[in-house]
């Protein structure tokens, strides 16, 4: 796989870890070619087994991913390569943010700039975020247009902090500082700017066998697809899991059950003999 060939992407790994830099300046705006690279990065990524993490942060100081392009909303056709082979009633934004949602290894945001709109989406689509005290800032800004969130994130939200928080936070349209996405559970942690106590973390992610992390992350989005144990009705609005990501690889073992009327028929994640019961998917 040749890293050099994104133009707007900074790419390298070194011992299962894949580290992404989005540079698309001035503001890193969530473009058509943006969307474009980092759709094909994860596709590319996505089946290979010497890659465990993904990591994602920004060549701006300022700025994550700074909103979407609102320029595209004269320019409707720009989408037309991005959405040809996207599922009826999928647009381009949610297939980019399920894209990630589902990819594999886990998925890592380091947020030390403003993720806005569409950014936020895509910090919220990731397994974790962690966010850079006095630096870092996230928020829905949608409202301020007149518009809602169109990328997935009113699903994800309330998965992450709550109907209530979710609420608060598209109707508000304020951006949020570390501290806080923390203590609503938006990002894992915020952390100071500059630390480097998550490399421990990326490590052991790293060295882990090479199916746990899609069992894990598979088993736990299958949980909060019926709402066990807690409330994450991400899947219940996309219905984004039907089809199998998430799937384990390597002599695994996923059944999953049909929810009877939302019910919890469990379904057997299985792993070197030990079980793992989680709940059904949504059928």
């Not at 989005?221 to 799937?247: D, K, L, N, V």
């Amino acid at each position: 796989m040749n890293h050099d060939a994104y133009a707007m992407l900074r790419v390298s790994r070194e011992d299962g870890i894949v580290r992404v830099t989005l540079d698309n300046p001035p503001v890193n705006v969530l473009n058509v070619a943006l969307m474009t690279e980092l759709r094909h990065l994860l596709t590319a990524l996505r089946d290979d087994e010497s890659v465990r993490v993904i990591v994602f942060d920004s060549a701006d100081p300022e700025f994550f991913i700074a909103h979407v392009d609102m320029t595209l909303v004269d320019t409707p056709d720009a989408f037309d390569e991005l959405a040809a082979d996207l599922p009826d009633g999928v647009n381009v934004f949610q297939a980019l943010g399920e894209l990630l949602r589902h990819q594999p290894q886990v998925t890592i945001v380091k947020l030390a700039g403003m993720a806005r709109g569409g950014g936020a989406e895509f910090v919220t689509a990731a397994d974790m975020a962690f966010a850079a005290i006095g630096r870092a800032g996230i928020g829905q800004i949608e409202a301020l247009m007149g518009i809602v969130p169109g990328g997935g994130g009113t699903q994800y939200l309330v998965g992450r902090v709550g109907r209530n928080r979710a609420l608060e936070v598209v109707l508000s349209a304020d951006l949020y500082d570390a501290e806080t996405a923390e203590r609503y559970g938006w990002v894992n942690r915020a952390v100071p700017a500059g630390e480097r106590d998550l490399e421990g973390l990326l490590r052991g992610l790293a060295g882990q066998e090479p199916d746990e992390a899609p069992v894990l992350t598979g088993a736990l989005s299958t949980a909060t697809a019926c709402g066990w144990p807690a409330a994450g009705p991400a899947s219940w609005a996309t219905g984004s899991y039907r089809g199998g990501r998430r799937t384990p690889t390597a002599g695994c073992s996923l059944q999953v059950a049909p929810c009877p009327a939302r019910g919890r028929q469990p379904a057997r994640t299985a792993r070197g003999g030990s079980h793992l019961r989680v709940p059904c998917l949504l059928s």
